[in-house]
């Protein structure tokens, strides 16, 4: 059983791999926002799933200083989810040199983002949900505070 699963795993990851680009990061927007080179161009990528505090709220500093963290000068792999009619990509980040972990996966982990409920539809957004649930008990990130204001929100 532990080896069929870890095969289906690595047969996914290897496929995620082929349909994902390359790029290297070169700014972090804020909490769930990134500006990536590609080719010599720069392209601005959204974190799929995610819903970080914005800059100017509560945890929003917090939030970007954390993504920074993870992902300052990473060289990335980016599967995009979806790309909008303005062509803005929302796209799962693959850390290269963090055996291919999700940054995604990883903010909401470290309590710097909430997911979004109403634009997360893949299987893996049901893991992100219970990773969220986590860091709210265990108060990390922006879940210090009992009810964080949603990023949409402005005070």
Not at 18 to 26: D, E, H, L, P, T
Not at 28 to 34: A, E, F, H, L
Not at 66 to 94: C, P, Q, R, W
Not at 138 to 155: I, N, T
Request: one cysteine or more; proline letters at 3%; aromatic letters at 10%.
């Amino acid at each position: 059983m532990k080896r069929t699963l870890t095969g289906i795993l690595a047969f996914f990851f290897l496929t995620a791999s082929a349909w994902a680009w390359k790029a290297r990061v070169i700014e972090i927007k804020d909490g769930d926002s990134i500006l990536v080179r590609v080719d010599g161009e720069a392209r601005s990528v959204e974190l799929y799933g995610l819903d970080a505090p914005e800059m100017g709220q509560p945890y929003g500093r917090e939030a970007r200083k954390y993504t920074a963290a993870l992902l300052s000068t990473e060289n990335v792999d980016i599967e995009t989810v979806k790309e909008d009619e303005d062509g803005k990509v929302y796209g799962m980040v693959h850390m290269i040199f963090k055996a291919g972990r999700f940054a995604n996966e990883e903010i909401v982990q470290g309590g710097f983002a909430r997911v979004d409920e109403e634009n997360c539809d893949l299987p893996v957004c049901e893991d992100w949900k219970r990773y969220q649930g986590e860091a709210q008990e265990a108060r990390r990130g922006m879940w210090k505070d009992w009810r964080p204001l949603p990023s949409w929100k402005k005070k």
